[in-house]
């Protein structure tokens, strides 16, 4: 396990790393913006058009040598990223944004630097200095942007402790979280944060797991309660049995699976780059058709400015910020709340889902057994003590969950005598003097020979639950029925789904009285009984071939097949069971009510990414006919300077927009 604790810092450091080099990414923009607009201001007033619009003359010898060496300055450092980029792009056959912008500041600086020794026209000093202000502005708000929603992958890195209270020859002794192994026992007092993932073996406490899984409240942990590294102890001292340590904490696989969500591309990203490539071309026949048109009609100097203002227009800056950025913020806040989101594509495909397949055992039902109707015949403090004290010397999961059941009614469970086990069929012991038995019909016909007359008992049966039968002295004293029981959060799941518009299908291997119970008892459009683990997929083809968009939510265990054959999978894994590899949505808080919100997150995120691209390139539709100079028989033209302001804005509001997917509640 050392290899994975090395494992698991390097991927850790390896984020440090990426969230390092991504702040020095922006602070260097923020430098060269810093520096381009400070140069700027000389050149805006030495500049003889902004001398004529202001009405004020400032003149200096050599004056426009002056504005050279600024503008090769501000062109060579300032444009550096863009020239640089478009390098980049040309390489790889890919022209996009870096080579327009490229293309754009260095038409601009070239012919302005040949009119300082050739008289052919004015010069774009100005507009070349303020363009790359404004493409450095834009840059570096988007990787501020960019960097803020990447700082939540970092502050999960941040929630674990560096070093823990191990005990080693008979004491506590500290020891760095990185040399943990499973096996370790480590104290947790109050306030400080889990070092692993593991079982409580002593103490009782509440945690925080707010950071982890999105759960509001504290979580009491005892006795063999499963614990997350990273949870934040409450008020009481907690001895955990460390079970994973490096890689395969959970904390880890939440990292790796957030990275990877954050990596992987969506189907509106293709939509996106296969604009930006189209509008690299529309810009580059646009901008030579105005030059030709332009200068055949007499005017190569408006044909070079109009040129240009098409490139500087066409620019898809914003277009390469729409998708990204709003997959980065949706990725983080997912975490967050106990989504995780494995593969985008089926997380954005997931706002077309029109049926979902519930498995019924583990993610409806908590999978474990729970008494859920008592019948008695004597007082029910007399029954529930005396079978407790029958039940209470076995270990099967039934006896079990009756002496559970009592305990949580704090009715006191007396001792008990001569206890004997029935094979198949139940027990029997001595309480008080009293002969007890506790058992299935078999036992009431067999040992006892009574029969069951009771429309209640009948009921609970035809329901199919499991009755259990308690006999005192020869007589019967009550029953108990016992059923996987239904959470509390499936309620409220089927029925969000259902007000979608959403079908609601239950899988279950369980009898067909038992999954008849279930879905009534939910509000379940239609269940398959019956059904074998190889056989659930089929189920999920057949839903697909009817027509139906089929999301398959199950634990991920024997439901793999089901998950990786429906449209999209959505494994309910709590604790450390998150990497579920068949799903495409891992709900970490283990609750079905998570599904709707999924699903409707899903919607939103898709809705927010086409605003994107229609704010995008809303503003190239309505400004490359201005920039081309088709109006300008009507006085109606746009500067380069004003081009790029508009792409600017474009991109800030894609930018806002994105934001915007933050006040989305999950």
Known sequence: MQHNNHSSHTSMQGTQHNAAVHTMHTATLRTRFAVCLILTIPVLLLSEAIQTWFQYTLVFPYQQYILLILA???????????????????????PGMMTLIGTAISVAFFFSA?????????????????????????????????????????????????????????TFMDMPVARLSPGNVVLVRPGEKIPADGTVIEGESYVDESLLTGESKPVEKKQDSKVIGGEVNGDGALQIRVERTGKETYLSQVVGLV?????????????????????????????????????????????????????????????????????????????????LIRDRRAFEDARAINAVVFDKTGTLTLGQFGVTDVVRYIPQRELLSLTA??????????????????KTKNVPIPSSSKFKAILGKGARAEVDGRTVYVGSPAMLQHELHQEIDDPKIAALQSAGKTVVFTVVDGRLAGAFALADNVRD?????????KKSGVKVYMLTGDSEQVAQTVAKDLGIDEYFAGVLPDQKANRIS??????????????????????????????????TDVAIESADVVLVRNSPADVPKALGFSKRTYSKMIQNLWWAAGYNIFALPLAAGVFAGFGIIIDPAVGAILMSLSTILVAINSQTLRRSTL
């Open 259 to 339: 990275r990877r969500a954050q990596e992987s591309r969506s189907h509106t990203q293709d939509l996106a780059d296969r604009a930006a490539a189209l509008l690299f071309y529309v810009a580059l026949a646009v901008g030579a058709a105005t030059f030709v048109v332009w200068a055949l009609l007499g005017n190569v100097e408006f044909a070079l400015t109009r040129s240009v203002t098409v490139l500087v227009i066409a620019c898809p800056h914003a277009l390469g910020l729409a998708i990204p950025l709003v997959v980065a913020i949706s990725t983080s806040l997912t975490a967050k709340r106990g989504i």
């Open 114 to 170: 040949a009119t300082v020794f050739f008289p052919i026209g004015s010069d774009f000093f100005w507009e070349l200095a303020t363009l790359i202000d404004i493409m450095l502005l834009g840059h570096w708000l988007e990787a501020r942007s960019v960097m803020g929603a990447s700082r939540a992958l970092e502050e999960l890195v941040k929630v674990m402790p560096t070093s823990a209270h191990v005990w080693i020859n008979g």
């Open 389 to 406: 004290a029958v039940e209470q010397n076995s270990e099967h999961v039934i006896a079990k969950a009756i002496v559970d059941h009592v």
């Open 72 to 94: 090769v300055v501000i062109y060579a450092y300032g444009g550096w990223p863009f020239l640089t980029g478009l390098i980049g792009e040309l390489r790889q056959r890919q």
């Open 542 to 575: 057949v839903l697909k071939q009817q027509g139906y968009h089929v999301a398959m939510v199950g634990d991920g265990i024997n439901d793999a097949p089901a998950l990786a054959t429906a449209d999209v999978g959505i494994a309910i894994g709590a604790g």
């Open 489 to 497: 959060e499936s309620y409220n799941a089927v029925q969000e789904l």
